[in-house]
Structures are given as C-alpha cells and as structure tokens.
C-alpha cells in the first residue's frame, strides 16, 4: 500500500501552521488578553521554548488555584503534540517534509529487509481467530470486541467494502462485509488510526488521519 503525507502536523481540536522554525497560529486561537496568564501569552508566542512555558505553567499553578479553562485544555494538547519535537534547549525543531519522507523511507526499508531475512512474505497472514469474543465476568456473555477499532468506513457503492483503524495503528480492509480481513498498511508508520474516509467513487483512495498526520493512498 502506497501512502503519501498529506499533512504532517495536526490537532482534532487545535491545529498548527509552521514556516521555518516559527509557529504561527491560525486564527481560532484561544483569545489573548490582560487577563491571559503569562504562561499562556508565552506558548502562543512566535516561537515559544517549551522548558520556560512548563516552568512558568507550573509557577503559576502554585501560586493560584487551578481551575480548567481554554487555555488550560490548549495547553495539555499542545504539550503532547509537540513533545517529540523539543530540542535540548526547549526550541522546536519539526522535520521537513524531505526529513520526513527519508525517515518513513528508512522505516520501511527496515520492515521489508526484516521480511526477508525471515523469509517472509507479509501479505501472506490472514486472520486465524478467534472470531468470537467473551466477557471475563462470571456470566461469561458474547461480545462484540477483540480490540479496539476507533474508526470504520464504508464504500457507499458497495458496502461489502470496509476499511478500519485501531488504536495500535493498523489499518484494515475487507471486501466481502467483513466476513475476512486484510491488513492494509503494511510498512506504513502509522500510530493510533482515529479517523478513515472512502473516496466517494473510488474504494482504493483512502485517507487516514492519525493523531498528528493524514495519509492517502491511491491503491488501496
């Protein structure tokens, strides 16, 4: 499965825009003003060092009472999302989209030269069951999951075809409603699958949105 890199940083409720090693905010940022703590002011700065937002954050929470607000919430997303990109220093350095590319490149060479020195041939598995899952409690009733699948899709023009993601990351097709599946993205670098969307007239051009990307493939 071919995947391309529609957009390499991303929210589900806040989102950002890069040029260069500057942050700039789009225009839904929380609003700014004299009642805005400094801690705030200083994440939504041009290029904000992440070591002083936390220190200044936490100086403040110690100081006041903590009480959940825009700012607050904003903050939590914005520490998680950036956490891979922080340097020593506190700066964020995000990857071009080259950088990028070269090291889902290098992933995938790695899956593929594994393979093979296993002599294995990945598009071979299939699933084995079990097909039918059960509670841990004392009734021991039937249940519908085996893991957990965040998002699925169906091809509105034939609905025995269905992709779905889940939270380990792999994405999942089946052509016969769901009697059989298949592993879709093998050698793809995805982390937690959260939302997948059929074209509406073509079932091998997929995306895929994970928590911080949106993948596309054109061959299903």
Known sequence: MSFKKLLL???VIFQFSFTGQAQKWPSFQPPVDAQTPTWAV??????PNVWEVEKAFKKYYRENTFEKNIHTQFYKKWRRVVEPYVKA??????????????????YADLV???AAE???????WKALGPFETFSTGNNQEKVSWQ??????DVFAANTDILYCGTEAGGLFKTIDKGGN???????????????VKIH????????VGTRNEVYKTTDG
Do not use: C, Q
């Open 112 to 114: 593929k030269k594994s």
């Open 9 to 11: 940083f991303g929210l």
């Open 181 to 195: 599946w298949e592993a879709a993205s093998y050698n793809a670098p995805f982390k937690t699958v959260r939302v």
């Open 42 to 47: 200083m994440m939504y700065g041009e290029n």
């Open 200 to 207: 509406p007239d073509n079932p091998d051009h997929v995306l």
């Open 89 to 106: 220093d506190g700066y964020l350095y995000f990857p071009t989209m080259a950088e990028e590319a070269a090291a889902a490149k290098k």
């Open 147 to 152: 893991t957990n699948v965040y998002t699925m």
């Open 118 to 124: 296993n002599k294995l041939m990945l598009p071979s």
